[in-house]
Nanobody
Framework: VQLQASGGGLVEAGGSLRLSCVASGVASGAFSHYTMGWFRQAPGKEREFIAGVGWNDYITAYADSVKGRFTISRDSAKNTVYLQMNSLKAEDTAIYYC?????????????????WGQGTLVTVSS
């Protein structure tokens, strides 16, 4: 199983990006019972939780720093999770990692994961 993240890039402050992460090496819908989501790691900082979405699509969680600006969604049939990032700030600059866990959003938020993606770099210029 591999998680492949994409969509990162360079954007000006106030702009938007949409990240995608697809799980490969599994059957369609295989991740439908997994919580999927995103963490990020800025230079010189620890990795931090950003957003997670539960298997039923209705349970979501966000870090306070991105609440109201970022929106997480998923297409379970495609084993894919998305992160729409709006009103980007310079402090959002980081490597964004997707992850998945066969557990609750609460535990995912606490850092419990089964799979990690390779990361995609987001750079926001001020």
């Amino acid at each position: 199983v591999q998680l492949q993240a994409s969509g990162g890039g360079l954007v000006e402050a106030g702009g938007s990006l949409r990240l995608s992460c697809v799980a490969s090496g599994v059957a369609s819908g295989a991740f439908s019972h997994y919580t999927m989501g995103w963490f990020r790691q800025a230079p010189g900082k620890e990795r931090e939780f950003i957003a997670g979405v539960g298997w039923n699509d209705y349970i979501t969680a966000y870090a306070d720093s991105v609440k109201g600006r970022f929106t997480i969604s998923r297409d379970s049939a495609k084993n894919t999770v998305y992160l729409q990032m709006n009103s980007l700030k310079a402090e959002d600059t980081a490597i964004y990692y997707c992850a998945a866990v066969r557990d609750s959003v609460r535990r995912f938020r606490a850092g419990r994961t089964d799979y990690w993606g390779q990361g995609t770099l987001v750079t926001v210029s001020s």
